[in-house]
Every structure is written in C-alpha cells, then in structure tokens.
C-alpha cells in the first residue's frame, strides 16, 4: 500500500537497485542509497516480504532504538523526493532479489509503477567482468523501447544464459508498455570482495545524463579514488595479479576509447555547466 498522505507527482521516474547476484561491489545499491540520502527521499511503501524472501538467507535484523528492540525486516522499499531545480518527481526502490515468486513480485512493483504514474524506469546493476580497475568503469545498457534505443544509442542486448531480478523487472516493463533502461557496470573480477563506490559513481553519471540532472557527489569521489588505491595495492602484492591486469591494461588501451571522443567530450562539458548551475542557485557565488 501507499502512503495516503503522497500527493499525485509529476512526471515520476523510477530508479532503482536489488541486492544480490545483480549488484556486484554493491554499486548499484549504493547509487540508490545515495540518491535517497543526498535529496532526503521519503518512505511511501515496501513489500510484504513474507510471500518472496526467504529469512535463512536474508534475515531480519535487530536493533535497540530508544532502549526498545525493534525487528527489521529484509524487503523492498520505495521512497520519493523532488531534485531541487528539477521539474519531475523521483521514486527510488532499493530491494533485494527475491527468493521465491518472482512473477508475483515484478507483478506488485509493476502495481506500483501505475499507482504512481511513473514515465520512465531506470534499472541500474553490477556484473563482474575482466575489466581493470585503473580504467573508467565500462557501463553498457538495454533496453525494449526503441525511442530509448535511438535516443540513448544503446545496442540490442544479444545476452543468453541466466538472468536476475534487473533483467526479469525489465522484462516485466516492456510487456505492460513501461519504458525502461537497465544500466549495468562492470566490476573487476579481482576485487569483488570491496564495495566498488567508483562504479557507484559511473552509474550516477548515466542517471545524470539519462535525466539531464546534476546529481550531488558529496565524498563519493573521495572514496572511489581510495578505492582505486587500495586496489592498486592489493594487485600489486601478486605478481601474477599485476601481470594480468597490466593485460587487461593492454586490451583496454588498444580498444577504441568512448573518453576520447567528441560524444564524451560533449556529455562531460554539459554535466559541468549543470553542476556550476546548481552551485550558482544552491547560494554559491557562480564562477567568473
């Protein structure tokens, strides 16, 4: 159910991220979590998780809040804000893949998506690829539309093996008409075991070109350059590691770069007037 107290919002999209097999490095989780601190979201619903989790693998927490314990429970949970200087409302899901009933569950969001209205759905998602850590994340996207398709330059997604939560809600959206992308980084197999906040931050870079919209960065610059350095740190104690990373190094530079040309060019420059727009409104003196 939702809240009763939200108003009809305007435009809204849906961003959102699952736990699970589909958020490596936990980056996608993180961007959702980011997004709903840096704009204050505020929870307007979650799932019932009796009917999809199994409480072995996820369990319920416990907490001491004001000398009261309290039972949390593992589900999926919505929250709305409106971007300062931004004309549409945001709705952020972070969940967690469900254990049981999958098609029941992408049937209760897709319940959500019309109660609210939503326009758009943005799926964001992590993988483990041989990529290396030394380089710009690699972020690929899919989607059904064929608007979003032309708009965003997108490839057909020619996958075929397994799939999560991210790709069966995507299936879920193109067969009720939803508009939806799916964002996914990849994240050096090597490293997996570390939060990843630099592909945390790839991913908010394509929320923020996708929406046309400056997302605030707070310290997650700072702690993906200290995550690059502890993983400089950490290949650099086998020499095998360093060896076959200074190969993905390799691989890497002799592939066409998508930093080099005009379209990145382009993109980053915009995403600079943004922010220095959004300084100048937040009471900042513009720059000269």
Same mark, same amino acid.
């Given at each position: 159910? !939702?809240?009763?107290?939200?108003?009809?919002?305007? =435009?809204?999209?849906? $961003?959102?991220? /699952?736990?699970?097999?589909?958020?490596?490095? +936990?980056?996608?989780?993180?961007?959702? =979590?980011?997004?709903?601190?840096? *704009?204050?979201?505020?929870?307007?619903?979650?799932?019932?998780?009796?009917?999809?989790?199994? /409480?072995?693998?996820?369990?319920?927490?416990?907490?001491?809040? +004001?000398?009261?314990?309290?039972?949390? *429970?593992?589900?999926?949970? @919505?929250?709305? #804000?409106?971007?300062?200087?931004? +004309?549409?409302?945001?709705?952020?899901?972070?969940?967690?893949?469900?254990?049981?009933?999958?098609?029941?569950?992408?049937?209760?969001?897709l319940n959500y998506c019309r109660?609210?209205?939503?326009?758009?759905?943005?799926? @964001?998602?992590?993988?483990?690829?041989?990529?290396?850590?030394?380089?710009?994340?690699? !972020?690929?996207?899919?989607?059904?539309?064929?608007?979003?398709?032309?708009?965003?330059?997108?490839?057909?997604?020619?996958?075929?093996?397994?799939?999560?939560?991210?790709?069966? /809600?995507?299936?879920? #959206?193109?067969?009720?008409?939803?508009?939806? $992308?799916? /964002?996914?980084?990849?994240?050096?197999?090597?490293?997996?075991?570390?939060?990843?906040?630099?592909?945390?931050?790839?991913?908010?870079?394509?929320?923020?070109?996708?929406?046309? @919209?400056a997302v605030p960065l707070g310290?997650?610059?700072?702690?993906?350059?200290?995550?690059?350095?502890?993983?400089?740190?950490?290949?650099?104690?086998?020499?095998?590691?360093?060896?076959?990373?200074?190969?993905?190094?390799?691989?890497?530079?002799?592939?066409? @770069?998508?930093?080099?040309?005009?379209?990145? !060019?382009?993109?980053?420059?915009?995403?600079?007037?943004?922010?220095?727009?959004?300084?100048? +409104?937040?009471?900042?003196?513009?720059?000269?």
């Open positions: 159910m !939702i809240e009763q107290d939200v108003p009809e919002l305007t =435009e809204p999209v849906l $961003v959102a991220g /699952f736990e699970g097999w589909n958020d490596a490095g +936990e980056a996608a989780t993180a961007a959702i =979590e980011h997004l709903e601190q840096m *704009w204050s979201a505020r929870p307007i619903a979650a799932i019932d998780p009796e009917d999809y989790y199994d /409480f072995q693998v996820n369990r319920p927490t416990v907490t001491m809040v +004001e000398g009261v314990r309290t039972i949390t *429970w593992p589900t999926s949970r @919505l929250s709305v #804000c409106r971007p300062p200087g931004w +004309e549409r409302d945001l709705v952020l899901l972070r969940g967690i893949e469900p254990s049981i009933h999958w098609q029941a569950f992408t049937g209760e969001l109660t609210l209205g939503i326009q758009l759905v943005v799926n @964001l998602g992590a993988l483990l690829a041989e990529s290396p850590h030394s380089r710009p994340v690699p !972020i690929s996207g899919t989607t059904s539309d064929p608007e979003l398709e032309e708009r965003l330059a997108l490839e057909p997604s020619r996958y075929e093996g397994p799939t999560g939560i991210v790709g069966v /809600f995507q299936d879920a #959206c193109a067969k009720a008409g939803v508009p939806a $992308v799916s /964002f996914w980084a990849a994240i050096p197999h090597y490293v997996a075991s570390m939060p990843c906040p630099k592909a945390t931050l790839a991913l908010l870079r394509r929320v923020e070109d996708l929406l046309d @919209l310290d997650l610059p700072a702690r993906a350059k200290a995550w690059q350095q502890s993983a400089d740190e950490l290949t650099a104690e086998d020499s095998d590691v360093a060896e076959y990373v200074k190969q993905l190094e390799d691989a890497k530079d002799t592939a066409d @770069l998508p930093e080099a040309s005009g379209e990145f !060019i382009a993109r980053e420059f915009e995403r600079y007037l943004r922010r220095r727009h959004e300084q100048g +409104e937040g009471g900042s003196p513009k720059p000269s």
